[in-house]
């Protein structure tokens, strides 16, 4: 598979078992899935799904059990350093040096994906700061900074690079209304203007509804439905995705027969 397909997010068969033998717990159960150029693609299910063990292993931290993942065409076990140069990724919970300021945090970011020192990259970093409403607090040590700006900081480093594949675990925890509706437009952009494929994992179901391209409602280490938005939503009488998503992931027995 050649570089030409850069950007696009693929897995096949892709599995993560904790422990050994019979009694070992399947926390993703062969996913297969392509996330295209230019698509943003939101990841939905209940706490303890398997949603971030997946993402964890769409960006190379964690090593499947079986089933393989691929970056711009790189497979993410033999192609590490090539898959994860394309790759950015906000963690729900973000690791961030606090001894450092917000402008030395992205300038080391910017040295560990080699980008050349120089202006660009000073222009690059600055407007990251200026987009996410930063600038004035660049200067501050990341140690003083409050949840929603260790998160802005977080995507200001994800985004630094340029990435062709854009992963984002719950990005709006901790984010003002004014902050979420400015990450929807940098996410956009991502996708129409720089064509990256973004991978999304939400709670929050209306910012699912609303900018992503196609969803996949995941339970149990399982996809068990995807689609557009409205695709999925026509599903319901109520026409609400929330209602979609509850009856697809409630525990009944009967539900977990028709999904399989």
Known sequence: MSEERGGTIEAAGLTKIYGRGAGGFRAVDALTL??????L???LGPNGAGKTTTIKMLVGLLRPSAGTARIAGFDLQAQAAQAKQRTGYVPDNPFLYDKLTGREFLDFVADLYALPVGQARRERAEGLLRLLDMETRGDQLVGGYSRGMRQKLALAAALLHEPQA???DEPTVGLDPGSVRRLKDILRAQCRERGAAVFLSTHTLEVASEICDRVGIFHR???????????????APSGRLEDVFLTLTADSPALETSAA
Do not use: C
């Open 34 to 39: 392509s996330v295209a150029l230019g698509e």
């Open 41 to 43: 693609f939101g990841f």
């Open 166 to 168: 854009l992963f984002l």
């Open 221 to 235: 280490g399982r996809l068990i439905a995807q689609g557009s938005p409205a695709a999925l939503s026509a599903r």
